[in-house]
């Protein structure tokens, strides 16, 4: 079968075939591993840190998809909360395929994954403060509190961040005892 070359911002990331890669790892395990990990440890994070401050879960979930929603979803009950969740993992994958993209060309971002994780999750908030959610059709701003920032950024880096650079780092580990 012909391979099929992904390109992401002129990085060719991937020579994707129905085989496995010489080293016997698919090429999308890690992206599946890092992106579930980083999704559970995120959402977990913004339950825990939003019911502190007196929300409830449905709302927190809801949040989310009122960026494709507007205000009517906080109206939908579970079928918006449930599309919540669904989003929050897309993004949660997103991230992690744009981090195995950017790591095929600056492999050396593998080398540390405790510096450029944490480092990755700081782009990964930002990116969403500055650029999704203005985009999007949520029904609040944007807030940059002080508490409300110094809690996104650590979430996303302990949360998004590094467990994302933690995976991609023991793959490539796993692969590199394969071929040796």
């Known amino acids: 079968m012909e391979s099929l070359r992904i390109h992401f911002f002129g990085f060719e990331a991937a020579r994707m075939t129905n085989q496995k890669n010489r080293d016997g790892i698919p090429w999308y395990r890690p992206i599946l591993w890092a992106g579930w990990i980083a999704g559970v440890l995120d959402l977990t994070a913004a339950l825990v840190t939003n019911m502190y401050r007196g929300a409830k879960p449905m709302r927190i979930v809801q949040s989310i998809s009122s960026g494709l929603l507007g205000a009517s979803a906080y109206e939908g009950g579970y079928p918006t909360a449930a599309l919540g969740v669904l989003l929050h993992f897309v993004i949660a994958f997103g991230a992690a395929v744009v981090f195995y993209?950017?790591?095929?060309?600056?492999?050396?971002?593998?080398?540390?994954?405790?510096?450029?994780?944490?480092?990755?999750?700081?782009?990964?908030?930002?990116?969403?403060?500055?650029?999704?959610?203005?985009?999007?059709?949520?029904?609040?701003?944007?807030?940059?509190?002080?508490?409300?920032?110094?809690?996104?950024?650590?979430?996303?880096?302990?949360?998004?961040?590094?467990?994302?650079?933690?995976?991609?780092?023991?793959?490539?580990?796993?692969?590199?005892?394969?071929?040796?």
């Not at 971002?109 to 782009?123: E, S, T, V």
């Open 101 to 180: 993209f950017i790591t095929r060309k600056l492999r050396f971002l593998l080398d540390h994954p405790f510096i450029w994780g944490p480092l990755y999750g700081i782009a990964v908030y930002f990116f969403m403060n500055l650029v999704v959610l203005p985009l999007s059709a949520v029904p609040f701003r944007v807030s940059f509190r002080r508490d409300l920032l110094i809690t996104g950024l650590i979430v996303h880096m302990l949360c998004v961040g590094l467990p994302i650079a933690l995976v991609m780092r023991i793959f490539r580990t796993r692969r590199e005892r394969a071929l040796s």
